[in-house]
């Protein structure tokens, strides 16, 4: 088994910062998994934020966050973090971590993975 637990939401005012961390435990997994997140918004579908190969030399990200996000890994610690800052109202969503078995991270990119984390709430305020 795998568990991902997010922390570091919460409410901030528009073109402020926030950094998510995501800590993995479990027997089963592996430093060798990519990991990244995924965001919810109210009445929309799940989208994928950011991912980042078992590395970390890799990183995908979506056209709306590139250049205002940075994934970044610790495989001593088995945590993944999201650095977002200039955040924008339309950021306001549930982030969810995701792990997936494949290394690469590019099937995080296709919306694929294998463990999720319960989500913690970002509110960005106008």
């Known amino acids: 088994q795998v568990q991902l637990v997010e922390s570091g939401g919460g409410l901030v005012q528009a073109g402020g910062s926030l950094r998510l961390s995501c800590a993995a435990s479990?027997?089963?997994?592996?430093?060798?998994?990519?990991m990244g997140w995924f965001r919810q918004a109210p009445g929309k579908d799940r989208e994928f934020v950011a991912a980042?190969?078992?590395?970390?030399?890799?990183?995908y990200y979506a056209d709306s966050v590139k250049g205002r996000f940075t994934i970044s890994r610790d495989n001593a610690k088995n945590t993944v973090s999201l650095q977002m800052n200039s955040l924008k109202p339309e950021d306001t969503a549930v982030y969810y971590c995701?792990?997936?078995?494949?290394?690469?991270?590019?099937?995080?990119?296709?919306?694929?993975?294998?463990?999720w984390g319960q989500g913690t709430q970002v509110t960005v305020s106008s």
């Open positions: 980042i190969n078992w590395s970390g030399g890799t990183t």
């Open positions: 479990g027997r089963s997994f592996s430093s060798s998994y990519a």
């Open positions: 995701a792990a997936d078995t494949l290394s690469s991270g590019w099937s995080l990119k296709q919306g694929r993975g294998d463990y």
